[in-house]
C-alpha cells in the first residue's frame, strides 16, 4: 500500500514542478518583452525568483498579470500581422493584385457594386 502512496505524492511532485517551470518561463518571458519596466527591476525580479521562487511566481502573476495579458495579447497579434504580410509577400498578393481579382469579379458579375467597394476598401487598408 505504501507503494501505491509514494506513486501518488511522486506524481503531485512532477505535476507541481512542471506547473512551476510553465509559470516560470511565463513570467520570464514577460519580463524580457515588457519594454516600460527598467533592467534593474528586471534582474531583481529574475533574483527573487532563484532564491523564493514560488512565491516570488505569485506575487509577480498578481501584481503584473493584466499588464502580462496585454503584452501576450499585442505579441500574438503582431505575430499574426507578420505571418500575414509575409504570406502575401510571398504569394506576390499585394494590394493591387487583389484590386485587380476584385474588379475581374466585378466585370464577370460575380460580386456586386457594394462587395467590390468594400473588397477594394480591404485591399486598400
Do not use: C
Request: proline fraction near 1%.
Amino acid at each position: 500500500m505504501t507503494n501505491f502512496w509514494d506513486f501518488i505524492w511522486a506524481s503531485f511532485v512532477v505535476f507541481a514542478f512542471v506547473v512551476y517551470l510553465m509559470i516560470l518561463f511565463s513570467v520570464i518571458a514577460d519580463l524580457f518583452r515588457d519594454q516600460a519596466l527598467n533592467g534593474w527591476y528586471k534582474v531583481l525580479w529574475i533574483i527573487f525568483l532563484v532564491w523564493i521562487p514560488y512565491l516570488t511566481a505569485f506575487v509577480y502573476l498578481i501584481a503584473r498579470g493584466r499588464g502580462m495579458t496585454e503584452r501576450q495579447i499585442e505579441a500574438a497579434e503582431r505575430g499574426q500581422k507578420a505571418t500575414t504580410e509575409y504570406i502575401r509577400h510571398a504569394a506576390g498578393v499585394g494590394g493591387a493584385t487583389e484590386i485587380a481579382q476584385a474588379k475581374a469579379l466585378l466585370d464577370a458579375g460575380t460580386i456586386t457594386e457594394d462587395e467590390y467597394a468594400a473588397l477594394k476598401a480591404k485591399a486598400l487598408a
